[in-house]
Nanobody, 122 residues
């Protein structure tokens, strides 16, 4: 499956962004989907995952309440709604696809998009 993330950009602290990830090539609903992020100079970090049907979802504890993952299987699209953004949310955000749920292990996701940059200014 090919993944194309979009929606990143520059936003002020306290603002919101919605990332999208368009999937193609294989049946989208066959995959668990997720988001990871990597800030400059830091390790890659799990953000959220969503199962095949869209419920349940699974989040990094530190991001619960501010980030919401969702999917539209009819449109083969994954979303990440982010609110109350903080400068420390600045990172490249990657959408991923796999077959294991729930997991924060990046090795369980066999497909990665190219990433979209989110920059949060203070």
């Amino acid at each position: 499956v090919q993944l194309q993330a979009s929606g990143g950009g520059l936003v002020q602290a306290g603002g919101s962004l919605r990332l999208s990830c368009a999937a193609s090539g294989r049946t989208f609903s066959n995959y668990v989907m997720g988001w990871f992020r990597q800030a400059p100079g830091k390790e890659r970090e799990f953000v959220a995952a969503i199962d095949w049907s869209g419920d349940p979802t699974f989040y990094a504890d530190s991001l619960k309440g501010r980030f919401t993952i969702s999917r539209d299987n009819a449109m083969s699209t994954l979303y990440l709604q982010m609110i109350d953004l903080l400068p420390e949310d600045t990172a490249v955000y990657y959408c991923v696809a796999g077959i294991t749920f729930p997991t924060m292990d990046p090795r369980r996701y066999g497909y990665w998009g190219q990433g979209t940059l989110v920059t949060v200014s203070s």
